[in-house]
């Protein structure tokens, strides 16, 4: 295969892709058909089934490349949990938010609105709590937690969650390393102090 035939394969499913994210945005997945995929890509449909099965296939195809981006820019961050590190947790959460930032339309087709893909959030919310548990699972002994370690993560990747469908839906009102500043804030403070409420 020469590089001209490499680069129009790599053109054609981008396109078909782009296609797909914008009409989950529309209509949502289980409205969409393969002809209109075809249709919104200006390809035939023989071109589609010459590089996914199916609907199921592509579907799980861009969820594989999006959380295979992820996670390779997640694992670079270095994570060292004991004592509990304000600034690790602020990297890592800021990478996360940096990655969303530059595949803004994947991402907002697979988390936004009443068309999202529900099946995307639980994997996502796995890698961040994978990397998240790596740095626990390293420093287990020297600092015992005296709360559930799975609570713990429940609670601080699905608190991190609610801000990024916040951020994409109001259309990055602030920077990525603001919010995972002021969301680090509110972990290593508390919700009360970091507003300046007084008990």
Same mark, same amino acid.
């Given at each position: 295969?020469n590089?001209?035939?490499?680069?129009?394969?790599?053109?054609?499913?981008?396109?078909?892709?782009?296609a797909?994210?914008?009409?989950?945005?529309?209509k949502? $997945?289980?409205a969409?058909?393969i +002809?209109d995929?075809?249709?919104r890509a200006?390809?035939?449909?023989n071109?589609? $089934?010459l590089?996914?099965e @199916?609907?199921?296939?592509?579907?799980?195809?861009?969820?594989?490349?999006l959380l295979?981006?992820?996670?390779?820019?997640?694992?670079?961050?270095?994570? &060292?949990? !004991?004592? /509990?590190?304000? #600034?690790?947790?602020?990297?890592?959460? =800021?990478?996360?938010?940096? =990655?969303i930032?530059?595949?803004?339309?994947?991402? $907002?087709a697979?988390?936004?609105?009443? &068309?999202?893909i529900? +099946? /995307?959030?639980?994997k996502?919310? &796995?890698?961040?709590?994978?990397?998240? @548990?790596? %740095?626990?699972? !390293?420093? =287990?002994? @020297?600092?015992?937690?005296t709360?559930?370690?799975e609570?713990l993560?429940?609670?601080l990747v699905?608190? /991190?969650m609610?801000?990024v469908?916040w951020w994409?839906?109001?259309? /990055?009102?602030l920077?990525?390393g603001?919010v995972?500043? +002021?969301f #680090?804030?509110?972990?290593s403070y %508390?919700? $009360?102090?970091?507003? #300046?409420?007084?008990?």
């Open positions: 295969m590089k001209k035939t490499d680069l129009r394969i790599i053109r054609t499913k981008q396109s078909i892709r782009k797909f994210y914008e009409l989950i945005q529309e949502g $997945y289980e969409i058909t +002809q995929i075809a249709d200006i390809i035939n449909r071109t589609f $089934y590089h996914y @199916n609907k199921p296939d592509l579907l799980n195809s861009c969820m594989d490349e295979s981006e992820l996670k390779e820019v997640v694992v670079l961050c270095p994570i &060292n949990m !004991s004592p /509990f590190s304000i #600034s690790t947790l602020e990297t890592v959460m =800021q990478t996360i938010l940096e =990655q930032s530059s595949n803004i339309s994947f991402y $907002y697979m988390l936004i609105g009443e &068309n999202r529900y +099946q /995307f959030r639980e996502m919310e &796995n890698i961040i709590k994978d990397k998240l @548990n790596e %740095g626990w699972n !390293s420093a =287990q002994g @020297n600092s015992p937690l709360i559930s370690k609570l993560l429940e609670y699905s608190s /991190f609610g801000i469908i994409i839906k109001n259309d /990055f009102p920077p990525a603001e995972a500043s +002021q #680090s804030r509110i972990v %508390g919700h $009360y102090k970091a507003a #300046s409420i007084d008990l």
